[in-house]
């Protein structure tokens, strides 16, 4: 069992910066990639960012390119997301997942991922 503890959460204004940070601990040793995903009130939950725990290649979707950043550190079994120029539509839950399966793994795809946070609340403030 892996446990997910995500924090960094908070209101923000529109154009400004937070960071995420989510906290891995018990099995951990079989992470492959490490993912953010944000639900926001009234819609489906969605991919954000990944990042592969060994290499640190990273992944993001098309609505955070260029202004947000997922980062990990190994020895602290955590990964960041530095979410900068932030718009309302980031208001969201934000969750951090992780994968440890072998087999086929799509990072932007939720139901790929083993274990979840229980997501910390992101606020932005037009």
């Known amino acids: 069992q892996v446990q997910l503890v995500e924090s960094g959460g908070g209101l923000v204004q529109a154009g400004g910066s937070l960071r995420l940070s989510c906290v891995a601990s018990g099995r951990t040793a079989g992470t492959s990639y490490m993912g953010w995903f944000r639900q926001a009130p009234g819609k489906e939950r969605e991919f954000a960012a990944a990042?592969?725990?060994?290499?640190?290649?990273?992944f993001y979707a098309d609505s955070v390119k260029g202004r947000f950043t997922i980062s990990r550190d190994n020895a602290k079994n955590t990964v960041y997301l530095q979410m900068n120029s932030v718009e309302p539509a980031d208001t969201a839950v934000y969750y951090c997942?992780?994968?440890?399966?072998?087999?086929?793994?799509?990072?932007?795809?939720?139901?790929?991922?083993?274990?979840w946070g229980q997501g910390t609340q992101v606020t932005v403030s037009s």
């Open positions: 990042i592969n725990w060994s290499g640190g290649n990273t």
């Open positions: 997942a992780v994968r440890q399966k072998y087999g086929r793994f799509r990072y932007a795809l939720g139901s790929d991922y083993d274990y």
